[in-house]
Every structure is written in structure tokens, then in C-alpha cells.
């Protein structure tokens, strides 16, 4: 993949090629020579690291931003096609492919700049995917391989089957043992490049109808997936030998301006939020750290297992060739996760430590540019940010990004460190400091988890996945496009950024709070002020200070105490309660189940005495059993038993018993009804329904 910098995510910038308009305009003049973006290529002979390094400099003289200037691993001018992309990028890393990499292949830009050309192509020019279906075809056929398809959309953090209208959402989650399952995601066997072009989401097929019931057309990720099997013989199973993605992300909007197309301003930071995630990754794979935010969006999620390890990452930032404020945005976001990359670079075998893990916030917004000359130095001296969305971003929707980032006010140490990494080598060249850089929306961190960088997919999944038939061809159809589909009802995860309407139980507090936490630095810097600390899965160090709740078991264990220390002093109390009515009260009070209760809200408990607070806490206690009993009933009941469940048919019930087979327990809280499909709404109708048969 070009020249190699040790990064795992390249990141390349194209110019998009001028349209007849634009060439009208400017009258032929090349690029090169426009006052909006010139590209200065890095002295081939130099002995250093940044060979390979481009510097691509804007003029924003109409933003009044002076000159900006941004690296880059490399940029493709105007002139340069498609298949010259594809022998420098992704040719060298076929070999790769065959010997059980993944490789991933982004298209990030702003809207019109050239994303699904460079990815889809068009009837005239290839684009990478159909060259890179080309140039494996030989080999796998060679190998007796087989290469299948499949094409999704990401839509508010839904996942489309595009190849199957009948079954459309994909599940995505990790197994027992680790490992990413898309299921539901149809493949299509392809034998042929003459197929792969014919391939056409089914989506489409049915675009008149389904035009009637989605009213507006949605922006979206489209992913197209092209594995590499060995097939299945008598004596194994088939195998994924490596698989290449292609994304073609959304566009990337400003969210401070009105969007042409009526857009609101939730949809379009919710996608420029997974865009900050796709990035945030890029980034903390380049800059080797020890935590990789895979969990920040469903598409980074479902990549997971092609990010990071010995998986290569290609990020093509289509740029416009007139002058467009979003391009600014896009490259210096770009630049960002390709500084990553060079500071490694510079500190080989340090891993810097994540946001989470040294317990700070990463505010994002970065200002307008100052304006800099070009010779100043190879390095833009600049502020290198990781990104990531927090869970109370999450909570208020990404409007609130920005809002949110500008308050915050705590600095990355990884930034620190990149600053002080650029700043040393600015002095030693030429003793300058330069700019910071350009805006960039983000927050802070969210996920609880620390997540290994690779899971490689396996012939289970291979063999789970349903292969569909091939979409009848249609004349100047590409490959796959964007689905013109809106959604009809509520996204089910996206509602978990907004529906606040799911039962409170006990493990959504502690994950809402966990989550908290996690953007609280003195969770993680003051473990000595903290009353205990907790370890598990979901939260490795939590602190059980007065800010956070504990996790469930640490909920249990305290509430034991409780009991304890409540038996002990409410004895003196019984003795003193010669009255039977009020004796008979009290040892209800201690012995009825009931919520977890703080050892410092004590006096609460002796004001329980009011008919509704003992009804509700008797209330909540028989949820919380109701909760269990059905999560027993999904890990025991039979098939038809399952069947007679709201929400569960056929499919549903017998994925369930697959499920079972891996682990005996899959549902151990609620929010593992998710692994199947279902919305919170959704499992909250079911618990309803549960609850109300009892009456019925
Ligand atoms: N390198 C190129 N050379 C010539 N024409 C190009 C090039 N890249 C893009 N175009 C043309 O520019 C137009 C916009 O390209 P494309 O649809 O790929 O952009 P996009 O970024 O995917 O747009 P959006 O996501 O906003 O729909 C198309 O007409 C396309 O054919």
C-alpha cells in the first residue's frame, strides 16, 4: 500500500476530476495552478520519515482563513484515474488478502466529491472495487476459491441487507467467542467481473413500491464486502481465507449550516458522528493505542475485525475541485488520523494510552485556521485530537457535540505527547511553531470496554450466512448505489441515542452511569478517594465514589451489608416498637425484596412509611424478577415455547437456540435481546405484554 509509513490506516486524499461545468469555468487551467488547492510532493530523495508524505495546501482567502495547509500518506491529482489508485493502493496488498488479511477501503468526503465514483466506478471507468474483483478473479480461480458478495447500508446505526429485501436488518454481535457475526447479511456468489457489475441491491428492485412507505431519501454508509472463500469439501468446512471491504461513506456535512437537501440537523450529526468513529479508529490504530473505539458505531463495530491487527485500512478523501468549506474539514479530520500514523512513526514501540484510560475528555472543536506560509516545515505543528462520541453526546443527540466539546476543557496526553512529538521536530528543523488544527467536532469517550484489535471471521459465519440468488441484471445499473429507502419506523438502536422511555432497570442505570464515569477523569485519576474499586467486563476500573452507581454485583454486595448492618440496628429499633403493627412493618421493610439501597441513604429507608414509596419499591423488586424470570424462559424454553413469545417467530426462535448452543446463558440482562434483533422499544413491548398476560 504505497509507500509505508507503519501506519495500518492509510490515509490518501483525490481530487475529484472537474465536471464539464467546472472545466467551462476554469477553462482548462489545471488544478495545480488554482489558488484553492495546490499539492506539494516530499523530496523523494530525502533520508527521513516522511518520505511518502504530501502536504496539500488550501487557499481560503474567502474565508478569510488565509492558507491551511494538511498531510497526507499520498494525493491524486485530477489527472490521475481510478486504476492508478487502485495498482498503488490496493494492488500490493492483494497477496495479503490471500494469506488471511482484511483490507478496508474507505471513500470520505463531502457530497458530490467523487466517493462513488472512486469506490462503484461508473459504466465508463472501473471503480476499486470492480478493479479489485478483477485482479483476484486469476488467483481465486487458480486456487479453486470462491469469491461471494455482500452489500449493506448503515443507516442510523441500522445495518441493510441490500441483496435481500425479505430479511433487510443485520444483526451485529460478538459471540462467545469474541468474534463479530453480521447475521442476515446475504452473499452472493460471484464467478465473473460481468457479475459483480450485475449485482444490484434488491433494495432497488422494489424502489417504486418502497418509495410509497419511506418518504424521503436518507443519507447512509454503503458497504460492499468481497470475501474470499475456500469452499466447503467432504472434509471441512468452507473457510474465509481474507475479505476486502469497500465504504462508501456518507457524505460529510457541516452541521452549523442548513442542509440543502432538508435534512435535520440530528441526522446530519448523527452521520458526521460515525464519521468522527470511523476516524477515531484510524486513529488509534495508526498511533498504536491500547484502546481502539471500535464501539463508538455500528459500522466501525461491524468492522472491527478488519481494523487493526495485521488488517490494512485505506481511507481515500475525495476532495472538490471548486471551493467547498466541507472539504477543508474533511482533509484536516483525514490529516489527523495520518498524523497518528507519523507520530508512531517517530515513537516506535510506544502505545500511547487511551482518553479512557488516563481518564480525559478529548474536546474537538478546533478552531479557524491561522494562516501559515508553506515552506514553513514539513510538519504542521498541529493539536492532534482523537475523537470520540460520549456517551451523554450519545444521550442528547450529536447536535450537542459541539456545544459539549467546547466545554470541555481536560487534554489528551496522546495529544500532548503529539504535540510535543511535533513541536521537538519543528524546533530542530527550523525552530518554528506553526498552527493548530482546523475544527473538528468530537467528544468525549463512551465505550466501557477495552477491545482487542482483531477478530477474524470464521467458516461458521461463512456457512451461517444465506447465499441469494443473484439480481436479475439491469442495463446501466452499477454494481450497488445507495438506496433511496427511508426508514418507516424508528430506528431500533438508534433509539438508543434518544428513547429514554425503557424500563430503568438496574443494569441500564449502571450502564448509562458507567458510561458517565468514563467521562469523568477523576474516576480514573483519584482511585484513592474512591469508597472501592470494582472490576468487570463492562467497566474495568470503576470507582464507587458518590458520582458513579456500581455495577450490578457491587449493588448486591452492598445491599447485603445493608441488610446486615440494618438488622443489627433495627433490632434495638424492634425492641423499642412495642406496637405489633408497626413490628410486622418493619420487618417487611428488611426482608421484602426491593431495590438496592445506599449505605449513606439509611435515613431513607426510615421514611418509607408511605403506602406509594413502599408500593413502588415493592413495584420495582417484582420487575426486577419478572425481568428474570424471562430471561430464564429465553435460556431454557423450547422452540414452540419461545414461538409464543411477542416478538419472536420462527427465525428469531430458532436463532435463539443457536445462540444457546454457543452459550448456554446468551441473555444475561435485557440489552442481550438486542443480539437478536430487537429494538429496547421492542423488548419493552415484549416485557408489557409478559406483564400484562399475568393479569389477563
Ligand atoms: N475522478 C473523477 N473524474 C471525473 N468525474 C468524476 C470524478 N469523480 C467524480 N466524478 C463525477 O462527479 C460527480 C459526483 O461524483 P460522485 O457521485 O461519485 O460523488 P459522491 O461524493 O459520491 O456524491 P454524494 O455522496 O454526495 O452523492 C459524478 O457525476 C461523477 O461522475
Not at 324 to 332: A, H, L
Amino acid at each position: 500500500m504505497g509507500p509505508n509509513t507503519g501506519a495500518k490506516a492509510r490515509i490518501v486524499a483525490r481530487i475529484r476530476g472537474q465536471s464539464k461545468k467546472e472545466a467551462e469555468f476554469f477553462d482548462g487551467v489545471s488544478m495545480s495552478k488554482q489558488p484553492w488547492i495546490s499539492v506539494q510532493k516530499p523530496d523523494e530523495k530525502s533520508n527521513s520519515n516522511l518520505v511518502g508524505r504530501v502536504k496539500i495546501s488550501l487557499e481560503l482567502e474567502k474565508t478569510t482563513s488565509g492558507k491551511q495547509s494538511y498531510d497526507v500518506d499520498e494525493c491524486y491529482e485530477q489527472d490521475v484515474g481510478t486504476e492508478e489508485i487502485f495498482s498503488r493502493e490496493i494492488k500490493p496488498l492483494i497477496p495479503g488478502l490471500f494469506g488471511g488479511q482484511n483490507i478496508t477501503v474507505f471513500a470520505y468526503g463531502p457530497r458530490n466529491s467523487g466517493k462513488t465514483y472512486t469506490i462503484q466506478g461508473t459504466h465508463k471507468e472501473f471503480g476499486l472495487a470492480a478493479l479489485t474483483i478483477d485482479s483476484i478473479l486469476p488467483r481465486v480461480e487458480e486456487e479453486g476459491k470462491v469469491i461471494t458478495v455482500s452489500v449493506f447500508e448503515v443507516h442510523q446505526d441500522r445495518v441493510i441487507d441490500l441483496l435481500d429485501s425479505k430479511k433487510p436488518e443485520v444483526s451485529v454481535f460478538e459471540d462467545g467467542q469474541g468474534k463479530i457475526r453480521l447475521k442476515g447479511l446475504s452473499k452472493v456468489k460471484v464467478n465473473s467481473l460481468c457479475e459483480f457489475q450485475k449485482i444490484r441491491p434488491a433494495a432497488n428492485a422494489h424502489k417504486a413500491s418502497q418509495k410509497t412507505i419511506f418518504e424521503r431519501p436518507h443519507r447512509s454508509h454503503i458497504g460492499c464486502i468481497v470475501h474470499i472463500v475456500s469452499p466447503q469439501t467432504e472434509n471441512s468446512n468452507a473457510q474465509l481465507v481474507g475479505k476486502i471491504n469497500f465504504i462508501d461513506l456518507a457524505s460529510y456535512e457541516d452541521s452549523r449550516r442548513k442542509s440543502s437537501d432538508g435534512f435535520s440537523l440530528s441526522e446530519t450529526t448523527r452521520i458526521n458522528k460515525s464519521l468522527f468513529a470511523v476516524h477515531n479508529v484510524l486513529y488509534a490504530l495508526n498511533a498504536n493505542e491500547a484502546r481502539v473505539p471500535y464501539r463508538e458505531s455500528k459500522l466501525t463495530r461491524m468492522l472491527q475485525d478488519s481494523l487493526g491487527g495485521v488488517n490494512r485500512a485505506l481511507m481515500v478523501t475525495c476532495m472538490n475541485p471548486s471551493f467547498c468549506p466541507e472539504t477543508v474539514q474533511t482533509i484536516s479530520i483525514a490529516s489527523r488520523s495520518c498524523q497518528a500514523g507519523f507520530l508512531a512513526c517517530l515513537d516506535p514501540g510506544k502505545s500511547s494510552r487511551s482518553a479512557t484510560e488516563i481518564g480525559m475528555s478529548s474536546p474537538q472543536v478546533s478552531k479557524p485556521a491561522s494562516k501559515v506560509g508553506t515552506k514553513t516545515s514539513m510538519f504542521s505543528p498541529r493539536v492532534i485530537k482523537p475523537m470520540s462520541a460520549s456517551a451523554s453526546a450519545k444521550k442528547q443527540g450529536g447536535g450537542s457535540l459541539l456545544r459539549m466539546t467546547l466545554k470541555k476543557s481536560s487534554i489528551l496526553a496522546s495529544e500532548v505527547r503529539g504535540r510535543k512529538l511535533f513541536d521537538e521536530v519543528n524546533q530542530s528543523k527550523n525552530g518554528q511553531l506553526g498552527n493548530t488544527l482546523p475544527e473538528v467536532a468530537s467528544a468525549v469517550e463512551s465505550s466501557t470496554q477495552n477491545e482487542d484489535e482483531t477478530c477474524p471471521e470464521t467458516a461458521a459465519i461463512v456457512g451461517s450466512l444465506t447465499e441469494t440468488e443473484l439480481m436479475l441484471p439491469q442495463e446501466n445499473e452499477p454494481a450497488f448505489e445507495s438506496s433511496s429507502l427511508e426508514e418507516e419506523t424508528p430506528a431500533p438502536n438508534a433509539s438508543d441515542d434518544t428513547d429514554s422511555s425503557h424500563l430503568p432497570l438496574p443494569e441500564d442505570v449502571v450502564q448509562v452511569e458507567n458510561n458517565d464515569v468514563a467521562a469523568t477523569p477523576s474516576a480514573y485519576q483519584t482511585p484513592k478517594t474512591c469508597n472501592f474499586l470494582l472490576e468487570d467486563k463492562e467497566n474495568k476500573c470503576l470507582s464507587l465514589n458518590n458520582t458513579a452507581s456500581p455495577p450490578l454485583s457491587a449493588r448486591i454486595r452492598e445491599l447485603s451489608n445493608n441488610l446486615k448492618s440494618l438488622c443489627v440496628s433495627t433490632e434495638s429499633s424492634l425492641k423499642i416498637a412495642q406496637d405489633s403493627s408497626i413490628r410486622s412493618q418493619l420487618i417487611n421493610e428488611i426482608f421484602e425484596p426491593k431495590t438496592p439501597v445506599r449505605v449513606d441513604d439509611t435515613h431513607e429507608i426510615a421514611n418509607i412509611a408511605s403506602p406509594w414509596e413502599n408500593f413502588q419499591m415493592r413495584g420495582s423488586g417484582m420487575k426486577d424478577s419478572l425481568v428474570r424470570e424471562y430471561l430464564k424462559f429465553l435460556n431454557s424454553a423450547s422452540k414452540e415455547e419461545l414461538k409464543g413469545l411477542k416478538g419472536i417467530g420462527e427465525k428469531r426462535a430458532t436463532y435463539i437456540l443457536e445462540m444457546r448452543q454457543e452459550s448456554p446463558e446468551p441473555f444475561k440482562k435485557l440489552e442481550d435481546l438486542k443480539d437478536i434483533g430487537l429494538s429496547e422499544k421492542q423488548i419493552n413491548g415484549m416485557l408489557k405484554k409478559v406483564a400484562g398476560d399475568l393479569f389477563a
